[in-house]
């Protein structure tokens, strides 16, 4: 397949989403009904994970889960730290979120690693293997049928006169064999690393992005991604409900007819509960007893992969019973589905579902076209604007499905959170309003709260927008205090202070 280098060009002509609502709307069932959403399965390192954003929810993966809207679930599964290298402790192969991140089976996988294997130490070494150990991870994501739709990110620059020999392993070593891995495994690629060339103010810390660069990241695999996904649906019942294009209720022992549709001709593939196969467009589906989700993929004639996924549902099947938990900032957990904060204060909610948590999809909306995917939710600094009804849904593999909703209310004396300082020097993290750091060594500060913006001043004409904080090469001049101003949503605002001092 011929790949495609997808650049800060491209967000030029970016596809913009229709508005929608997403309200809470229950059927005659009580069920909040939602469609089964294209699964993207994003994995990589720190780069991925959001080390140094304000918080995941500003890591490139979220933002552009929320840039796609609801008719995709991006779950992101990237490690700081780990290396697509197979032969050293730090690879991704050896943490949890591995197979995890195959169990979600998605239907498109977008792969960013490589800036830790250019670290000069293990290229040397292992830059030979990359390669080999590439194709064995694109394989494994491939094994028992599954062919998720692949996307090859290529490393962005690092900077900084102490990583120049690993940007250099970067641009030499690391994104010449990612496009030769891409053209061989039929992949797309997406270039992370040369629209950021001599932009490391977009990098606080010199490898890591800050918020706006992760905004920057989302927008091109955004745009990577939605003008390949050219499928559009119709779906129809003998007896039961079309629930929207790609969603059906259907009666017992009734009939579905699933109706994709392209602009483009191509050869048309099917996959469905209990190992269901078609190379047929049009799926008649008879005498339902079970349900569940269909996938249907069209690949053109240039290669090109489009993946849409339908929901049957059988009426009067449930998932199991949802028992509702939820939080407020501090507090324990509490049984109930009727929660009032304080403005300012997260509301957490971790429901439970009898049939399983892990097996299933759980869906979320909200007031304000609110919506999120995974059991556990934080709505992070409550106002008056998040105060509503929030629906929850829970679909298992047999298209049956379950809700629960609850009322959240907002009121009383605004909330602000404790500013809390975390340091990092040669000792590693710790709580601490003083670092003292070695001449010529780096310091990091990165306080919590996360969820708010965060302003600094400091010695030197010290200035940052980020709430992570990196230091190279301390000297005399950068000692003193840093001052760390903190605002949200709620018109909180509260300051702290850092002190750095030159250690003895």
Known sequence: ???RIISLLCLVASLVSKAQTHEVQLDADGIMRVGAPV??????????????NTSTDWAWPAQMGRMLGPEYQVKNYAVSGTTMNQHVNSSFRKTGNYPKAKAANPDILVIAHGTNDANPGWWS??????C??????VASFREEGRNPILYCALAPPVFNASRAEQDKNITQGVIPYVKQVAAEVGADIIDFNTPFVGRNDYFPDNVHPSDPAAELMAEMVKSAILPKQILSAQTKV???????????????????????SAPTKGTWQWSGPNGYTSTKRVLKLKKITSGGVYTVRLQDKAGNVSVLNFLVSVRGQKAGTITPHVTVSNGGWQETTTVTARP??????????????????????GPNGYFAYGREQTISVMTAA????????????QGRQTSAVFDVKVEGERYCPELVNHGHNE???RQTDTIAVKLGTPVTFAPHPMNGKWEWTGPNGFHSNERHNQIYDFDEKMAGQYIGTYTNEAGCRKQLIITLTIAK
């Open 427 to 429: 000792d590693g993290w």
């Open 132 to 137: 080999d150990d590439y194709k064995s991870m």
């Open 39 to 52: 699964t993207i399965v994003t994995i990589g390192n720190s780069i991925t994970a959001g080390y140094s």
């Open 238 to 260: 003998k007896k039961g409900t079309v629930v929207s294009p790609t969603m059906v209720v259907v009666e017992s022992g009734s009939s579905a007819t699933l109706i994709p």
């Open 344 to 365: 300012g204060e997260d509301v957490k909610f971790g429901p439970s579902c009898s049939a399983g948590n892990d097996e299933g999809t759980w869906s979320w909306r």
């Open 125 to 130: 070494k292992w830059g030979e293997q990359f």
């Open 1 to 3: 397949m011929k790949f």
């Open 386 to 397: 998040k105060a509503g009804r929030y629906g929850v849904t829970y679909t298992d593999a």
